[in-house]
Nanobody, 125 residues
Framework: QVQLVESGGGTVQPGGSLRLSCGASGFRLGYFAVGWFRQAPGKEREGVAC????????YYLDSVRGRFTISIDDAANTMYLQMNSLRPEDTAVYYCVADYNHPYPWRDAALYRFWGQGTQVTVSS
């Protein structure tokens, strides 16, 4: 059974850091396109970052580029989202995602077949 399980969310002050983890079971993450989406209250779900399965290219939402880093630990079958210099506008539920195929455009949520349950990130003073 394919499953994604996130952890690492929480509350942090502006300027702080968090690292989200997403463990996979039932498949090898390294063979899939993987990524992170988020959804804030009253807003649409948006793509935050992606790693493609073809050449491990990375893509980022403009507002997080330079602050967030997506990565995969193949041995642990886990992906991560390192989030630095967090801002209040980063507050959202974050979801890890995966799919067999290269998603194009990568920020289209409908292209990802597998989703985690979500983890809350709150940035507040």
């Amino acid at each position: 059974q394919v499953q994604l399980v996130e952890s690492g969310g929480g509350t942090v002050q502006p300027g702080g850091s968090l690292r989200l983890s997403c463990g996979a079971s039932g498949f090898r993450l390294g063979y899939f396109a993987v990524g992170w989406f988020r959804q804030a209250p009253g807003k649409e779900r948006e793509g935050v970052a992606c790693i493609t399965n073809s050449d491990r290219s990375t893509y980022y939402l403009d507002s997080v580029r330079g602050r967030f880093t997506i990565s995969i630990d193949d041995a642990a079958n886990t992906m991560y989202l390192q989030m630095n210099s967090l801002r209040p506008e980063d507050t959202a539920v974050y979801y890890c995602v995966a799919d067999y195929n290269h998603p194009y455009p990568w920020r289209d949520a409908a292209l990802y077949r597998f989703w985690g349950q979500g983890t809350q990130v709150t940035v507040s003073s």
